[in-house]
């Protein structure tokens, strides 16, 4: 059973589309994460969030990018504007604690940007 | 800048031949370095967590240990199974944002 889940399992956009990905843990934990892995790249961390709040997010995450937890449950990453850029794999992940130990991620999301 | 670099990008093996893969970092302050697994098209698999210089721990074929500079994933008698893309990935104490490395591609051949 996946400790974390998300959907779609892919996704294809025009450019400059809106695309939101979504992520379910299984388990009640307050620590998420975004990474994307463009392909034959590095996994690259993207943002955390703790207590709806973004604790720490990298110079990619730009204005274009934005996450939320609606509904308490599910954790959103939002881009805007999509670009052929963004095409890759992104992965949300969960910790049990502030990021010091293992992280959960789930199968991912392959974005493609057309 | 955090940096995180692995060697070899990849490892042939035949079934049972025990080998190391390398992570070397450099991390203003280490809060954790992480090894996980990686298959094609899936999200990582957490391996091992380790946390200060002369640490190691053991699963099955593989054992991780740590200096102040770098990082081992021993892995003796592998199987074919044991096929995969290995990570290490570190994270300082100054925030949340956890740094990967390229990653060492493990075939290993019956």
């Known amino acids: 059973e996946p400790e974390v889940t998300q959907t779609p399992s892919h996704q294809v956009t025009q450019m400059g589309q809106e695309v939101i990905l979504r992520c379910v843990p299984i388990s009640n934990h307050l620590y998420f994460y975004w990474y994307r892995q463009i392909l034959g790249q590095k996994v690259e961390f993207l943002v955390s969030f703790y207590n709806n709040e973004i604790s720490e997010k990298s110079e990619i995450f730009d204005d274009q990018f934005s996450v939320e937890r609606p509904d308490g449950s599910n954790f959103t990453l939002k881009i805007r504007s999509t670009k052929l850029e963004d095409s890759a794999m992104y992965f949300c992940?969960?910790?049990?604690?502030?990021?010091?130990?293992?992280?959960?991620f789930g199968q991912g999301t392959r974005l493609t940007v057309v | 800048e955090d940096q995180v670099t692995q060697s070899p990008e990849a490892l042939r093996l035949q079934e049972g031949e025990s080998s190391s893969l390398n992570c070397s970092y450099t991390?203003?302050?280490?809060?954790?370095l992480f090894w996980y697994r990686q298959d094609p098209g899936k999200g990582p698999e957490f391996l091992f967590t380790l946390y200060s210089a002369g640490e190691e721990k053991e699963k099955e074929r593989l054992k991780a240990t740590l200096t102040k500079k770098e990082s081992f994933l021993h892995i003796t008698a592998p199987k074919p199974e044991d096929s995969a893309t290995y990570l290490c990935a570190v994270l300082n104490t100054g925030g949340f944002k956890t740094i990967f490395g390229a990653g060492t591609r493990l075939f290993v051949k019956a």
């Open positions: 991390v203003s302050g280490l809060r954790g």
């Open positions: 992940a969960r910790t049990r604690t502030g990021g010091n130990t293992e992280a959960f």
